[in-house]
């Protein structure tokens, strides 16, 4: 099966670009100054514990969506995505 990816790839303040789910992992595990460090925990896990297509994907909305509510990463996403991504924070 293949890896999410993020199309295009996220890049987040810093210069920091954001690939696949590893790389949000990677990422979130590091970053130490989040504003609601329970959400970035809750989507931290589901992150780590996406198996399958549609959990991965799910989990990478969630991803985008908790680095735009940080102010980590502009608004690229589509207008359908971001939805999606709101709509997996709340969840």
Known sequence: MPEFRFDPP???KGNIVVRNLDGAVRF???YR???RPALQTSVLHRVEGAAG???ERHAGYAFRGWAEAEGLAGAVAAKGDRCKA???LRA
Do not use: V
Request: aromatic fraction near 0%; charge should be negative; hydrophobic fraction near 40%.
């Open 33 to 35: 100054e989040a504003h």
């Open 28 to 30: 979130m595990i590091g």
């Open 53 to 55: 297509e549609a959990e």
């Open 86 to 88: 709101e709509q997996q």
């Open 10 to 12: 996220l890049t987040l």
